[in-house]
């Protein structure tokens, strides 16, 4: 049984830079986000899920899904101050 991988402070800084440049992207139109959203996925689809990493993630998919996440980010509910 081999060992799952966890992140280095690289691999986790690359992933944050990924998710920062999709966020900068996501000011981009709506149907501009979703083409750059749809190829990444289908890039995705075409590498192999491995899950490499202890949570089960694949290694071929995080650089992808954080750029994704970046495309598509989550607004925070505002203070009323």
């Known amino acids: 049984m081999s060992e799952k ?3 280095s402070s ?3 800084g690359t992933l944050a830079a990924i998710t920062l440049i999709g966020t900068a992207l996501a000011s981009l139109d709506v149907s501009k986000r979703t083409k750059i959203s749809n190829a990444a996925q289908e890039l995705m689809e075409a ?3 491995d899950r490499d990493y202890a949570d ?3 290694g071929n998919h ?3 899904r ?4 970046g495309l ?3 607004e925070s509910p505002k203070s009323d101050n």
């Open 5 to 7: 991988k966890v992140l």
């Open 10 to 12: 690289f691999e986790t």
């Open 47 to 49: 590498l192999p899920f």
């Open 56 to 58: 089960g993630s694949s």
């Open 62 to 64: 995080l650089a992808l």
């Open 66 to 69: 954080a750029l994704i996440k």
């Open 72 to 74: 598509h980010p989550v």
